[in-house]
Every structure is written in structure tokens, then in C-alpha cells.
């Protein structure tokens, strides 16, 4: 049986298109699951009212569309104190609040998921400004106590490893989730942000996190032309900045067509911005990862996560989703 696969809607926002033309292509694509996270094109669900919350409800199921997991931003805060750093994206939720608030925020989650029906809700471990290995127990400690009130209050969470946080790669993940150890919090495995940091999600992140992961993002790998890119790197001079150039790049004085040749691979560009397809990536092989999930009996759900907000998303999803539910096709077998 293959795995659910779910995607992010808020990749392919316009904020002039209403959101049922968007799940309507959602469904042309073959697509049933959704992860929920920003609704339209800006703010968190946090920040609807039960009514809102019951048209966005009553507008997915006229779509036939299901809500698979929340993706909240629930600690992507500062590990002390309020005051955070400049990087990282917040999914629409940009207030400045620290970690008691976040706390308080979980009855709301919970209430939100199960108006959605939903098991599945995300949190992180805290923006990236320390050095992770100094601050690792209390960062253990902080998810343990949230853990402990999901599970107090009949629900449970999922720690998603992300570059701009605390814990960034697989083995970090591992780490993380084995040191809490509680039954009311799993991982949601992201390669992609692993990656960033430079980690190896087959075969080193998944030995690691083996029997810890309930859900895994698919993040398709980028092919960018930059114009005078060194300039756009300063982001990177803070010496705990979560970011690194891992990505295959060219440089070019204007956006170019044409093919680029990365390694073996030989990439078809348009523009500034290419996708690889997950049946011909460089830097991952996602092969390698989805069958050692299969043979593992992996039951969780596969995420179609591009990571951007793009021009052409239509095409660039279209084409992401194609080559994922291909390979899981070729992996797992017809259902």
C-alpha cells in the first residue's frame, strides 16, 4: 500500500486567486491531502475564528480535499527571552513571542486539528542562535514539558528538523527526540533542510532516525542562476547563521535558457529557477530513502514540499508532484 502523500497549498498561492480554484488543481494533479499552514497567502490559521475556520472546513470538503497534518509554527520562537533573529521563515505568524506563549498556544492547535480531523500537528526546536550542543539540554527539556501537555490533553506532536532552528539535520533530530523520549512527540523528517546544514539523509539521517519519523517532506532540489549572488550572501556573516550554499549553482548576468550540466546531470533552465525532478536529483538519492521507508514499513505520510513561493507554480508543482508520485509509484508498487 502506498503512503499518503500530502502537499503545502501556500506554495502556489495568488493572492488573487480564491482558494477553491487552487484546491481544484490540487485534485487535477491527483492530489486528496493537504498540509495546512498558511491560508491565504499570508496569515497563520492561528489567527482565524471558529466561523472562519468552519468556511475554510466547509471550502475543503466541497473540493474534496483533506487536511492530513497543521503545519504549525509552534516554537519557531526564541529558546530565551522574546527577542529573535532576523532569519527564518514564520508561516505567517510574525508576532514576537517567546516560549510560555507558545505553550499556551497548544489547547488552540489542538482544538484547530480536531475540527480538521487531524493527528498530525508541527512544532521546532527554537531559532538557531546558539551553538546546539551548549544549550541541548534545555532545549530537551523545553519539548519534553510540551510533549508532556499534548499528551496531557489527548494529543501529540511532531518536531520537524529545519536549518534556522536548534535542531537542523537528521543526526540532530535523532538526538533531540531520542533524549526526550516520549510517546506524544515523533519527527517529521525534512532531507532538504538537513541538507542545508550538511547533512546525508541516506544513508546517515535515516540510520539515525530510524522508528522516530511519522511524517517525511519530499524538498526538491534547486537549480539557481544568481546575478552578483555573493552579494546576496550577507545573511550568512552571523557567525550561528543556520545557512550554507549547498545548492547547485551558476552564475550568470542574466537570467539564461538553455541546459547546465551538474555533475552527470545534465538541467534544463528557464530563467533564474530550475526544479529537479526527485527521479533525476543530484545532492539526495531519493530512492535509496523511500525504499529502505517501505522496507522498514514506513506508514506515515510523504510531503511534496518545493519550498518556495514561485512564479510558473503551477508548472514547477505539477511537475514536483509528477516525479514524486512516480517514483513512489516504481517504489512501493500500484496500489
Not at 508541527?122 to 532545549?139: G, I, L, M, S
Not at 519534553?144 to 528538523?161: M, P
Not at 533552465?269 to 527521479?279: A, K, M, Q, S
Request: glycine fraction near 10%.
Amino acid at each position: 500500500m502506498q503512503p499518503r502523500v500530502s502537499m503545502f497549498v501556500d506554495e502556489i498561492y495568488d493572492s488573487n486567486r480564491p482558494l477553491d480554484e487552487i484546491l481544484a488543481f490540487v485534485r487535477r494533479i491527483g492530489v486528496e491531502y493537504i498540509d495546512l499552514r498558511v491560508v491565504d497567502g499570508t496569515n497563520s490559521f492561528f489567527r482565524l475564528s471558529d466561523d472562519e475556520l468552519e468556511q475554510l472546513r466547509r471550502t475543503l470538503a466541497k473540493a474534496g480535499v483533506k487536511v492530513a497534518a497543521l503545519g504549525t509554527p509552534l516554537f519557531k520562537c526564541p529558546l530565551r527571552g522574546h527577542k529573535g533573529p532576523t532569519w527564518g521563515v514564520r508561516h505567517g505568524f510574525e508576532d514576537v513571542l517567546g516560549y510560555e506563549e507558545h505553550l499556551k498556544l497548544l489547547p488552540r492547535a489542538f482544538e484547530i486539528a480536531d475540527k480538521f480531523g487531524v493527528t498530525n500537528v508541527r512544532c521546532f526546536a527554537f531559532w538557531r542562535e546558539y551553538d546546539p550542543n551548549q544549550v541541548f539540554d534545555e532545549v530537551a527539556d523545553k519539548l519534553g514539558h510540551a510533549a508532556r501537555v499534548a499528551g496531557e490533553l489527548g494529543h501529540a506532536l511532531a518536531l520537524e528538523n529545519e536549518m534556522a532552528t536548534l535542531v537542523g539535520t537528521g543526526l540532530e533530530q535523532a538526538r533531540m527526540l531520542k533524549a526526550v523520549a516520549s510517546p506524544h512527540l515523533s519527527g517529521i523528517y525534512d532531507h532538504g533542510n538537513s541538507g542545508r546544514l550538511g547533512g546525508t539523509p541516506y544513508p546517515d539521517d535515516y540510520a539515525a532516525l530510524r522508528g522516530l519519523i511519522s511524517r517525511i517532506h519530499i524538498k526538491f532540489e534547486v537549480v539557481d542562476v544568481f546575478c552578483g549572488w555573493l552579494s546576496r550572501l550577507k545573511q550568512w556573516d552571523h557567525p550561528h547563521s543556520p545557512y550554507s550554499p549547498v545548492m547547485p549553482w551558476a552564475q550568470a548576468d542574466v537570467p539564461i535558457s538553455g541546459r547546465l550540466t551538474i555533475g552527470d546531470t545534465v538541467v534544463e533552465i528557464e530563467g533564474d529557477r530550475t526544479f529537479l525532478p526527485v527521479t533525476n536529483a543530484v545532492r539526495a538519492d531519493y530512492r535509496a530513502l523511500l525504499t529502505a521507508l517501505k522496507n522498514d514499513g514506513y506508514t506515515g505520510d510523504i510531503v511534496c514540499d518545493t519550498g518556495f513561493q514561485i512564479s510558473r507554480a503551477e508548472a514547477t508543482v505539477r511537475n514536483c508532484m509528477g516525479s514524486l508520485q512516480t517514483l513512489i509509484g516504481e517504489v512501493w508498487g500500484p496500489n
